[in-house]
C-alpha cells in the first residue's frame, strides 16, 4: 500500500527566512497531495494542495511543488512569521476513495 | 458558511465505561470520516462514510467501535468499552462526494478530547 515519508520531524528557522518540508510517496497511481497545518490543540486545517496533473501551486507566501517522477512533493513557506509555527502534515491520496495517507508531521518553530 | 460541528470537545471517562462522539458535517458534503489522532502522531482514519454507507472501516476496532450516519448527515462514533488506549484527539472531516470533480479536500472538526483513566 501507499507510504508517505515526510522529512524533517523538526525544523527551526529565524523570521523571515524560508522553510521547506519534503514528502515522498511510494504509490506512483497517487494523483492528490494536499498539506495541513495543525496549531497546538487545534484542529488541522487544510492550507494548500496539489493534484497530479500540476507541478507547482502557489498561495501568497506558501508554495507545494510536486515532482512526479521522483514520486516527492514540498512544501514552501517563505517571509516566516511567528504565526506559521505549527507541526506541519502532508498526505497523499489515490484512487476512487481518495483516503489519505499521512506523513508523520513537522514541527516547525520560527525562531524571533 | 459553517464548519463541521463536533460534540461534546472534552470527556473524561473510567476505563471500561462507553461513550459516544458526535459530528455534524459541512452542508452538502457526503462524505464523512472519523479519524483518531494520539498525541504526536498524524491522524488515524478508523471509518469513512458516503452518505449513510460505509466506504471503509478496516481500520476500526470492531470489536470495541462502532459508528454509524443514518440519515446520511451527522454522524455518531461510540466506544464500549473503553481502553486506556484509547485515550486520544477522535477528528470528524467531511468533503464533497467522492468521485466528483471537487471531492478532494477534507474539512476538519475541533475535535473531542477523550481521556480515560
Known amino acids: 500500500g501507499e507510504n508517505v515519508e515526510q522529512h524533517p520531524s523538526t525544523l527551526s528557522v529565524q523570521e523571515g527566512d524560508s522553510a521547506v518540508i519534503k514528502c515522498t510517496y511510494s504509490?506512483?497511481?497517487?494523483?492528490?497531495f494536499p498539506w495541513y497545518k495543525q496549531e497546538l490543540g487545534k484542529r488541522p486545517q487544510l492550507i494548500i494542495d496539489i493534484r497530479s496533473n500540476v507541478g507547482e501551486k502557489k498561495d501568497q507566501r506558501i508554495a507545494v511543488t510536486l515532482n512526479k517522477t521522483a514520486k516527492h512533493f514540498s512544501l514552501h513557506i517563505t517571509e516566516t512569521q511567528p504565526e506559521d509555527s505549527a507541526v506541519y502534515f502532508c498526505?497523499?491520496?489515490?484512487?476512487?476513495?481518495?483516503?489519505?495517507?499521512w506523513g508523520a508531521g513537522t514541527k516547525l518553530i520560527i525562531k524571533p | 458558511e459553517a464548519g463541521v460541528a463536533q460534540s461534546p470537545r472534552y470527556k473524561i471517562i473510567e476505563k471500561r465505561q462507553s461513550v459516544a462522539f458526535w459530528c455534524n458535517p459541512i452542508?452538502?458534503?457526503?462524505?464523512l470520516y472519523w479519524y483518531q489522532q494520539i498525541l504526536g502522531q498524524g491522524p488515524k482514519l478508523l471509518i469513512q462514510?458516503?452518505?449513510?454507507?460505509?466506504?471503509?472501516d478496516s481500520q476500526l476496532p470492531k470489536d470495541r467501535f462502532s459508528a454509524e450516519r443514518l440519515k446520511g448527515v451527522d454522524s455518531t462514533l461510540k466506544i464500549q468499552p473503553a481502553k486506556l488506549e484509547d485515550s486520544a484527539v477522535y477528528l470528524c472531516?467531511?468533503?464533497?462526494?467522492?468521485?466528483?470533480?471537487?471531492?478532494?479536500?477534507?474539512?476538519f472538526g475541533p475535535g473531542t478530547r477523550l481521556t480515560v483513566l
Open positions: 472531516a467531511s468533503s464533497l462526494a467522492i468521485g466528483t470533480s471537487r471531492s478532494f479536500g477534507q474539512f
Open positions: 504509490d506512483s497511481a497517487s494523483n492528490y
Open positions: 452542508s452538502g458534503h457526503a462524505t
Open positions: 462514510f458516503q452518505n449513510n454507507g460505509v466506504v471503509d
Open positions: 498526505a497523499a491520496s489515490k484512487g476512487s476513495n481518495y483516503q489519505l495517507i
